[in-house]
């Protein structure tokens, strides 16, 4: 399958700061990429779509303004937690999908975030 | 709104029993739906696609057969290192939305 590459996997930053997450497709173009946040024993919530070279779309209950997403090339999305809080801490992981809309995704390794 | 159940929650078995997983789904028009595994601390891992009612697809000791509400994903003759969580996603005009998974044990 595709490679997509997640970095960092862990980060432990204190509370006010901001924390980037890349997420990279390293042998295809990703025209859509996904950004899911997972709590322990729970399953993969989405927070945002975004599809290269336009404005992300954020689910409902998300603040686009604290977690900002960049997708500015056809391999290369970025999450950033801005005025990072305890409460964020989770893990996160991100997808990417070809051009073919009803293909499968493929997922980075994740990144564990911890705000202290 | 997009649906997706999967049941049960866990599962625990013993190396060799088979047995199936369920993923039933309400979407407004189905692009195709897609069972993934994850462990623990990691991302999902691609399984299979499948498009349309009648659909099944093998890998191993996995089979998946989709009909037009629900999918299954079967475990024939289970060993330990098939424990993991097992995902569905189903995918509408643009978005993949996942259930909560089935966290799948195999005891020796």
């Known amino acids: 399958g595709a490679v997509v590459s997640q970095h960092p996997s862990r980060v432990i930053c204190k509370s006010g700061t901001s924390v980037k997450i890349e997420c990279r497709s390293l042998d295809f173009q990703a025209t859509t990429m996904f950004w899911y946040r997972q709590f322990p024993k729970q399953s993969l919530m989405l927070m945002a779509t975004s599809n290269e070279g336009s404005k992300a779309t954020y689910e409902q209950g998300v603040e686009k303004d604290k977690f900002l997403i960049n997708h500015a090339s056809l391999t290369l999305s970025t999450l950033t937690v801005t005025s990072a809080h305890p409460e964020d801490s989770s893990f996160y992981i991100c997808?990417?999908?070809?051009?073919?809309?009803?293909?499968?995704?493929?997922f980075g390794q994740g990144t564990r975030l911890t705000v202290v | 709104e997009d649906q997706v159940t999967q049941s049960p929650e866990a599962l625990r078995l013993q190396e060799g029993e088979s047995s199936s997983l369920n993923c039933s789904y309400t979407?407004?028009?189905?692009?195709?739906l897609f069972w993934y595994r994850q462990d623990p601390g990691k991302g999902p891992e691609f399984l299979f696609t499948l498009y349309s009612a009648g659909e099944e697809k093998e890998k191993e000791r996995l089979k998946a057969t989709l009909t037009k509400k629900e999918s299954f994903l079967h475990i024939t003759a289970p060993k330990p290192e098939d424990s993991a969580t097992y995902l569905c996603?189903?995918?509408?005009?643009?978005?993949?939305?996942f259930g909560a998974g089935t966290r799948l044990t195999v005891k020796p």
């Open positions: 996603a189903v995918q509408d005009n643009n978005d993949m939305r």
């Open positions: 997808s990417a999908r070809g051009f073919r809309q009803n293909t499968e995704a493929f």
């Open positions: 979407v407004s028009g189905l692009r195709g």
